[in-house]
Every structure is written in C-alpha cells, then in structure tokens.
C-alpha cells in the first residue's frame, strides 16, 4: 500500500514597509527578519513573490 504524504500550504503577506515602521515605533534596539524567516522554514518552504504598489 502506498502511503499518501499530506503537503500542506500557507500564505504570507508581509508588508515590509509597514513591519519597518512598527518596528521603529515599538522602538527595539534591533529586528531580525532572519529569525522570522527561520520559524517559517520549520513550517515549510518559502516562495517568495514581491508585488509593488504606490
């Protein structure tokens, strides 16, 4: 019997901008987007898609 692997898919949207103004706002003496992208790694693959707007 063949075994089926379940492939489970998740979107994010992040919009850069924004996460730069909070984090100047929230004023942290520092923000790793490493570790950010690090936690998404142990939840899958990242494709990254950049869309721009004014």
Do not use: H, T
């Not at 992040?14 to 790793?32: I, M, P, R």
């Not at 693959?45 to 707007?53: D, F, G, P, T």
Request: charged letters at 30%.
């Amino acid at each position: 019997m063949v075994s089926q692997v379940e492939i489970k898919n998740m979107a994010l949207f992040c919009d850069f901008e924004n996460v730069a103004l909070g984090v100047k706002d929230s004023k942290y003496a520092k923000f790793d987007i490493q570790k950010v992208l690090e936690r998404l790694l142990l939840k899958g693959s990242i494709v990254v898609k950049k869309a721009y707007c004014d």
